[in-house]
């Protein structure tokens, strides 16, 4: 023990100790002001705590009780704060927002980005593109104005090409032109289909222009064309519909299977084999002949695009899947060996551009663009708003983090692409050299979708000519070609000269504001330093003042404080009084002259403003307190002796013995409060007359005769005049006559009531304790309604406070009458099935039956004693002369009838239930009437909706018993029990999951599938012993109702996938089941399926 006293005591280590015995000498001096009527200057010096020590830094936090401290005030040296004129000077900054030259553009030979709106990466990444083919951005950029003013979306494109040409910000908003096409930014979309459908848009928009080399500008660059042709083999015809040539902007090659560009191209060119089925009809032989059939390319465009279709249909799983093996393309590529019409020189293509798809999923991923500049051959990697430079390859390969593999080339134009071993995705196989510049650079990705080439310039004739010939005027005179180093035209040059003022105006407001924050913040701190080191009254002679702790709080941590506001420290009077000493404190007069000089305000409040009335009450108050909390000790002893049954001789009283204890167990306070008014509430009646002590809450004590004057005094000091609850009540005072009485009367009745209970549960014995009764061949029966015996058990088994609030059973007379149908007046319920246990037959299932099997004798007295009619019972006549009992029993009559042997005859492998004897009713059953009703209470127990039905992965062929027992039963919903057992296990791989009676087998599945992990296409789910199955129907038309339990198997058929791909798959064919671009402006076309996000 001495030990844990000597221990140091750390939980109160950081507040600052008062005093023992200064309460006692304030006490001390209230009490000499009381008693003198004076107060001289010396308490004022004590009372007002002049005299406290100066905190210089002693206190972690400001010591209320110490005029003197203005610690804590304003945090330590390099200290700061969460939040105010202290906080981190980069936090306080940051409150001004982003700083807009952090988004300066490095220089205009650095491409900008483009703002990514939500899921519009698939848009920028194709607007990328198109600018920096310097052909299409000139030709565009060049538009006349009055086109543009009726072409919307020609007019947010050429305003966005212009920013991204000439604009000071390093991204530029795309949401205008999104917003021009109406496109949803929070839908991802297929960026070939977005492409093609913007070049159809365009075209259309484009024809407007005057300028016959813009007006074609889309299809000069990036159009082509193909043929599909079919040839007979045996006359060597070809079809009419051969020399059909059919445009093109992209080439869409297979990469399943396919290592490279070559093999693609390859595959695409082969030509097809029409035999069996599949024969020609020919217009030459008249008849159905072998033939081929191929696609030829008749002409190429400048820029050639490839599309290679990795997304992918799997039948099996009826899922798409993204390609993602590694496929090679080279730097340049000689399309010569691929026309129609062969050509002896060279079409050769450069790699301009990589469109990649990152992710390795269909319907989740990111697109960005690896583009490389026309002017100065550097390649570029667009990212929405980021753009960075990769250097001399499409994949950084000069970079630090991208070493270069081992060389790999072939000649120009040669077929001999074969994946490399140890093929890194993004990075280029072979490193470029300079002593033979006609090798070809080859690279590889698994995440590459698009392949953009352009032509190198040459004249062919199988070439379209390229755009921006620089010869054609604007009505002003500009010339249409446009470098780097010259100007756009007048009004796109005049627009983006206003953003990017406005922009270079934003900046320098940021500057200035920011400039004028960081002043603020290094004034205001030097003020507050300066004031507070000069707020300490350094001697009794100097004089101070008061100031509100309040405001002087808000002024050391605000960058704009109020004016002073001493108005929380003043009394009534005016003055300061004594109570508010927390509140204040004195501040030096050359402090006070410098806050009120600056903040004015006020009132001043000096030395000579203390209250002099407020203290003579203060310590009035204080003397009247101590003197009422004497007097409380003393009579809190006389209490509690009284609650203990000692009082001394003398005149007594009656007060709540409740109340009183309340009143003992109170602490000590200053004054009366509401708790110490109604001492005699709750033994007063109505009458205004003592309460009998058998009442509820009527018990009572009594107390002596000072100790009643105290509490009676005290009652009226809060509550004057409360004749109800402050009542007297000597001890020869006479209970109400009246009140006995009805109390009388009350209890005789209850009296009564208990026996007639008694004598229910003594006739009825085992329907009391809800056992079944056991039935024998010469009994009579009757069928009583479940329901009503359960109310009845209920009633009569209710005991204590219980036993009032329980509610009597209905008339049985109404309740059998309830039990027939009004049209064939036949039984509206089935009867209930019976079991033998042990050679006694008994109800099956008395819990959850509708009826139960009572006695003649209990259905007699429930009759006398319940208002029903013995003549209308609903009668039992149980047959124990069934055929299993025959064949069991043989000549034998006194062989028992077991489950066992029941079994044994019903079932070889005695697997069902014992089928006991059978029940035949009067009235009759009414199978019509119940066949209705079931059938209306099917379908409301199948309309539910949020209710939880538990879901069991069972790992094996076989789910344990109790599984089996908790799925219930297919198709009978009412007939529900369980054993015991099932219904108290938590199943060990389980979950709930929350389901309506609407929802779908596969929206259950897809549920299984996020909870456990199990794919859909694996699922095997049961109910009961029966397979649950087609991802169609709703768990109503399976019969699955709130509370079943399911239970489910993996097959382990399919391969295991990510669940985001098939819930994305879902969403997206939801969102998009109209078309990928339904409700926009490209909303009419729609191309190919590709990857969303």
């Known amino acids: 023990m001495n030990k844990m006293s000597n221990r140091p005591s750390t939980r109160n280590k950081n507040k600052r100790q008062r005093s023992d015995n200064n309460a006692e000498v304030i006490s001390e001096l209230y009490r000499k002001i009381h008693l003198s009527g004076a107060v001289s200057k010396d308490d004022i010096k004590q009372l007002y705590m002049f005299e406290k020590p100066v905190c210089y830094q002693g206190c972690r936090v400001n010591t209320k009780d110490n005029p003197n401290c203005f610690c804590g005030l304003i945090p330590p040296p390099n200290g700061n704060r969460k939040s105010g004129l202290w906080q981190k000077t980069s936090e306080i900054v940051s409150s001004l927002g982003p700083d807009p030259s952090k988004d300066l553009r490095d220089s205009t030979d650095t491409p900008a980005g483009l703002t990514n709106l939500g899921a519009t990466c698939y848009a920028n990444s194709i607007l990328q593109f198109l600018y920096m083919n310097k052909s299409f951005r000139e030709g565009v950029l060049c538009v006349e104005p009055e086109v543009l003013e009726k072409q919307p979306v020609l007019d947010q494109l050429v305003r966005l090409f212009a920013q991204l040409h000439a604009s000071k910000m390093a991204f530029i908003d795309s949401a205008p032109f999104i917003e021009a096409l109406a496109l949803n930014n929070g839908i991802q979309q297929d960026s070939h289909e977005f492409l093609t459908l913007l070049f159809s848009l365009l075209e259309q928009c484009l024809s407007y222009s005057k300028l016959s080399k813009i007006r074609t500008v889309v299809q000069d660059l990036f159009r082509g064309g193909v043929s599909h042709v079919t040839k007979c083999s045996k006359c060597g015809n070809h079809s009419e519909a051969s020399s059909n040539v059919e445009d093109f902007y992209g080439v869409e090659l297979n990469v399943k299977g396919l290592k490279s560009l070559d093999d693609s191209l390859d595959e695409y060119f082969t030509e097809e084999e029409l035999q069996g089925d599949n024969q020609y009809f020919c217009s030459s032989c008249a008849t159905r002949v072998d033939a081929t059939r191929s696609i030829r390319l008749q002409s190429l465009p400048p820029v050639l695009i490839f599309q290679l279709k990795r997304c992918v249909f799997l039948p099996n799983t009826t899922t798409k899947k993204k390609i993602t093996s590694t496929f090679c393309f080279p730097g340049q590529v000689d399309m010569s060996r691929w026309l129609s019409e062969k050509n002896e020189s060279e ?9 990649i798809h990152k992710g390795s999923a269909v319907n989740s991923g990111h697109y960005i663009a690896h583009i490389k500049d026309q002017d100065t051959g550097l390649w570029w990697e667009f990212d929405d708003e980021l753009v960075s430079e990769l250097g001399q390859h499409p994949f950084g390969g000069d970079s630090s983090n991208a070493p270069a593999k081992p060389s790999q080339t072939v000649p120009a134009g040669e077929s001999r692409f074969s994946e490399p071993n140890g093929v890194v995705n993004g990075k280029h196989i072979d490193s ?13 990705s698994s995440d590459a979708y698009m392949l953009m080439y352009s032509l190198r310039h040459q004249t062919n004739g199988h070439i379209k000519q390229q755009t921006g010939s620089g010869d054609e005027k604007l009505k002003d005179g500009n010339s249409i070609s446009l470098k780097n180093d010259t100007h756009l035209p007048p009004h796109l040059f005049k627009d983006v000269m206003e953003l990017n003022k406005k922009y270079a105006d934003s900046c320098q407001q940021y500057k200035k504001d920011k400039e004028a924050k960081l002043a603020l913040i290094t004034e205001r701190r030097q003020e507050v330093r300066s004031v507070i080191s000069e707020a300490v009254v350094q001697s009794s002679m100097e004089s101070f003042w008061w100031i509100s702790v309040e405001w002087l709080r808000q002024w ?22 004594v109570s508010k000493i927390s509140s204040m404190k004195r501040l030096s007069a050359k402090a006070w002259n410098a806050l009120f000089s600056k903040y004015e305000g006020g009132p001043a409040l000096g030395e000579d403003d203390c209250c002099f009335e407020c203290l003579m009450e203060t310590a009035r108050a204080t003397v009247s ?8 000790t003393s009579m809190r002893e006389l209490a509690e002796s009284a609650l203990a049954g000692k009082c001394p001789d003398g005149q007594l009283y009656y007060v ?3 109340w009183l204890s309340q009143w003992v167990r109170r602490r000590n306070v200053d004054s009366p409060s509401e708790a110490d008014t109604g001492p005699t509430a709750s033994i007063r009646c109505s009458h205004g007359a003592l309460l009998p002590e058998q009442a509820a809450g009527a018990k009572r004590a009594l107390v002596p005769e000072n100790l009643w004057l105290f509490i009676y005094k005290s009652a009226n000091d809060v509550k004057p005049d409360d004749m109800i609850g402050c009542s007297v009540f000597p001890s020869d005072s006479e209970t109400c006559p009246q009140c006995c009485a009805d109390l009388s009367e009350v209890t005789c009745i209850e009296d009564s009531l208990r026996d007639f209970k008694q004598k229910q549960r003594q006739s009825h014995e085992k329907l009391a304790l809800g056992k079944s009764v056991p039935l024998v061949p010469e009994g009579r029966y009757f069928l009583m309604p479940s329901s009503w015996l359960t109310k009845w058990r209920g009633y009569v088994t209710a005991v204590g406070k219980n036993a009032s609030s329980t509610e009597e059973p209905d008339v049985l007379s109404i309740c059998i009458e309830s039990l027939k149908c009004e049209q064939h007046s036949g039984l509206l319920r089935r009867h ?34 319940w208002n029903g009619d013995v003549e209308k019972g609903i009668f039992a006549e149980i047959d124990f002369s069934i055929s299993v009992e025959d064949s069991l029993l043989g000549t034998s009559g006194d062989m028992p009838i077991t489950e066992e042997n029941v079994n044994s005859v019903d079932d070889p492998n005695g697997d069902t239930e014992s089928q006991g004897p059978t029940i035949k009713t009067r009235p009759e059953v009414c199978e019509e009437c119940i066949g209705e009703r079931e059938s209306c209470e099917l379908v409301r127990k199948l309309n539910y909706s949020n209710e939880d039905i538990c879901i069991c992965f069972v790992r094996g062929k076989e789910p344990p018993k109790y599984i089996l027992e908790g799925s219930g039963n297919l198709l009978e919903p009412n007939n529900r029990r369980i054993s015991k057992r099932s219904r108290r296990t938590s199943y060990g791989n389980s979950v709930n999951l929350n389901v309506s009676g609407s929802t779908t087998l596969y929206e259950l599945k897809m549920m299984i599938w996020q909870s456990f992990g199990i794919v859909k296409e694996n699922q095997i789910l049961h109910k009961g012993s029966k397979i649950v199955d087609g991802e169609t129907a709703t768990l109503a038309d399976m019969c699955i109702f709130p509370g079943d339990v399911l239970w489910v198997t993996d097959s382990e058929i399919h391969e295991n996938r990510d669940i985001a791909e098939e819930l994305s798959d879902t969403k997206m064919e939801v969102q998009q089941s109209d078309g990928g671009f339904q409700g926009t402006l490209l909303g009419t076309h729609v191309v190919s399926q590709g990857c969303y996000n």
């Open 556 to 577: 050391a941590d605000t960058f704009t404080p109020a004016k002073i506001d001493n108005t929380p420290i003043q009394c009534s009077h005016g003055k300061v009084p």
């Open 832 to 865: 209930p099935n019976l079991i033998r246990k042990r050679g006694v037959v008994f109800q099956k299932a008395p819990a959850v039956d509708e009826l139960t099997i009572v006695t003649e004798n209990d259905w007699t007295t429930f009759c006398n004693d």
């Open 625 to 632: 307190a101590e003197s009422y909390r004497d007097i409380r």
């Open 656 to 658: 709540s013995k409740s």
């Open 432 to 444: 470029p050299s300079s002593e033979n510049t006609s090798k070809v650079q080859t690279f590889s």
């Open 347 to 355: 079409l050769i293509y450069d790699l301009s551009a990589v469109l």
